[in-house]
């Protein structure tokens, strides 16, 4: 089916709006830095459609986490993943990946610092100690390799600068939030500087489970980082880092859409839930990384970098929402990565060139039951724990190890013109073991002790799927690009660039019914051509930013599960889809006075898949993308005032709409209609400059809307939903 970019007025509403007339005053707008190429660049000059948002952009805008970006980026979405509360479910252009069990890639890549973090879970990261974020949208496949087949989003600290510092900054607000955030660095030598920062985010719920008062959608999280770095010389930096999260935050159980299976009625909260589960959930992810880089002439440097992270999720869904394992399930997820990339960096007079080798190797294993102890129709006040049931168990780990060559040529081969060049081949191995089997009874041996106490352990009654098999791929990404520099303002560019998500095993695969599966699926691959302006006009007063694209979409990765006649159900993961997707984004920023600015983004997407195979048969023309809305803007007002003290004031009341969205490819009871939010700051910097205070409203309209959700049909669809109205006071101080 294809997706269509429909006449939108709050679009061209905020297009009017940052047309509006300029004022007498000469304002500039400040030049913004990015490493989107891998290497310090004025955003103005990279040809590549970014959004960088910088640390007091991200306070006027009371960003806590990577989900609040999503509305200031075109044609992106980041939000917490069904049944999760830091599982992060990320899609740039239409392509990312939903699900996140072991052996799924995702297909947006998140960085911290330049190190790829594998796994979504612990993805949605706090900020904490943060300078900037990146998004980068578009097929990433040349500097940062696989898994980019959307685009990539980096989270990028600050560099310490060897003076005492100290910041310690906090928020009160909605639901109980009570946040604390400390930070400080300092030198220890002429050539160390050692610094910190610890956090803690503290929220009761938006809903509670109605059965025993525990919270629902509540935050309980603790982050720390730390880093040393060592400056022996001029042309030679290092530096340590670590990082520890601990979530605790209560599992997030889904809003049952319609009655339950013995009549059970709709709760009147989205947020809240009758589970029967226990409302125990721990996700724990660190890493730590040594980074050096040595300048080793005007014209040449070299980087390293070495990274391993860990993570291990303990978690339950319950999908049926009621007090009966109908369908519950319990899981738990661990990975562990270790990561090595050389870099060479060359810059002459009229070429410059990003070089480098990439290594990766990791583990991602877990195991989940799934409960199925349905009800007993006849008697809606049977025990709730029913003597009799199905359980299906599914466990097996999948070890990946990867090995890349890349290179990035640019040649300014005339005045004003520039020719880049790259690619990067991959080379990726898996061995995967695959284990799912049937067990007579209520939870498996595995997870009985925890969530059904006192009671024996589900009989096993046989395996359905049960093997071990290893399968590589290799992979070669290229991109070209032209850029023509119109005059010192604008810049012109257009490029082709592909990409590739790596191929795997299907965990769920149920060998008795697909008896394929045991072969796997082979990686997706889109080739994506744009073309962009960047440009300074009116004086560095508008700044205008616009990338026209089309994706060539090839073998999808489409998981399909269902319930079996047996009573159990089923997953297949095919490479069954190929799609089209093209549309325009459009990033403004209007200086309209030395106090006042406008801002604006707008990405139009339009979507169409061209097959779709399912049963043999192609239903291209009943399916849509999934997380992509034909239509995302953005439209805010940032008016500064300057007190006759020295204080400054600054309002940003702010507008995001997101178009009809389908949660998946087949339309459904989940799909969310368009919807618009409201959101307002207001930001009091002291006059030294040393305090900050923030007055942070979201959702000022309380717009209910929905954000992913499982789609089981009946009884078993239920939805995760965005936060309500939401007000916080917000504060840090500088010594």
Known sequence: MRKTIKFNPIAVGVMLACGASLSHADPQLEEVTVTAQKREQSLQEVPVAVTAISSDQ?????????????????????????????????????????????????????????????????????ILDVERVEVLRGPQGTLYGKNTIGGAVKYVTKKMTGDTEVNIGGTLGSYNQR??????????????????????????????????????????????????????????????????????????HGYRLVEGLAGEPVLNSVYDTESNMPAENLVETSGMSLTAEWQMSDSVTVKSITAHRTGETETAIDFDSV??????????????????????????????????????????????????????????????TLPVGLTQQVAGSVDTTSLSAYAHYNWRFAEDWNLSLGGRYTKDEKDAEVFKANFAG???????????PGQPAAIFLGALTDYENSDSWGQFTPHVGLDYQIDDD??????????????????????SVLPS????????????YELGVKSDLFSNRLRLNAAAFR???????????????????????????????????????????????????????????????????????????????DTTAMFQLNYSMVMDNGAELVFLPTISYRADTQIFETPSILDQEAYTLVDMTATYYSPSGDWNMSLVGKNLADKEYRIAGYGFGGAFDTGFYGAPRTIALTGSYNF
């Not at 599966?517 to 994506?528: A, C, L, S, Y």
Request: hydrophobic content about 35%; proline content about 4%; overall charge negative.
């Open 517 to 528: 599966t045991v072969d796997g699926f082979d990686p997706e691959t889109v080739d994506t």
């Open 490 to 511: 604008t810049m012109v560019y257009a490029t082709y660039s592909a990409g590739f998500k790596s191929g795997g095993f299907d965990m769920r695969g149920d060998a």
């Open 551 to 629: 994706a060539d979409y090839n073998d999808m990765q489409v998981t399909v599960q269902q319930f079996t006649p047996g009573g159990g159900f089923s997953s297949a993961v095919l490479n069954a889809g190929e799609a089209r997707i093209q549309g325009l984004e459009l990033e403004a920023t209007l200086a309209m006075t030395d106090n006042l600015l406008a801002n604006l983004t707008l990405g139009l997407a339009d979507t169409e898949f061209l097959e779709f195979i399912s049963g043999g048969v192609d239903v291209s023309d009943e399916r849509d993308m999934q997380n992509t809305p």
């Open 179 to 252: 946040d604390i955030k400390v930070a400080a660095s300092t030198a220890i030598s002429e050539t160390v500087n050692i610094g910190g920062a610890i956090a803690s985010f503290q929220r009761d719920g938006f809903g509670e489970n109605v059965r025993t008062g525990e919270d629902q959608y509540n935050k309980d999280v603790l982050s720390g980082r730390f880093a040393v770095e060592w400056n022996p010389s001029d042309t030679v930096w290092v530096r340590l880092a670590g990082d520890k999260t601990i979530d605790e935050s209560a599992p997030k």
């Open 442 to 452: 209520l939870y498996s041996p595995t997870f009985a002790g925890k969530y059904n």
């Open 58 to 126: 991200l306070m006027q805008n009371g960003v806590s986490d990577l989900t609040d970006v999503q509305k200031l980026s075109p044609n992106t979405t980041l939000q917490a993943s069904r049944g999760t509360n830091s599982t992060l479910t990320a899609f740039i252009r239409g392509i990312g990946q939903q699900d996140p069990l072991w052996g799924f890639e995702p297909g947006v890549g998140i960085y911290i610092d330049d190190v790829y973090i594998a796994r979504p879970q612990g993805a949605v990261l706090d």
């Open 323 to 384: 007090n009966r394992p109908d369908f519950d399930v319990p899981a738990y997820y661990e990975d562990d990565q270790t990561t090595q990339e050389f870099q060479l960096i060359w810059e002459g007079d009229n070429a410059d060139l990003v070089s480098g080798l990439y290594y990766y190797t990791g583990t991602a294993a877990g195991a989940f039951d799934a409960v199925l102890g349905y009800v007993n129709l006849n008697d809606p006040e049977a025990e709730p």
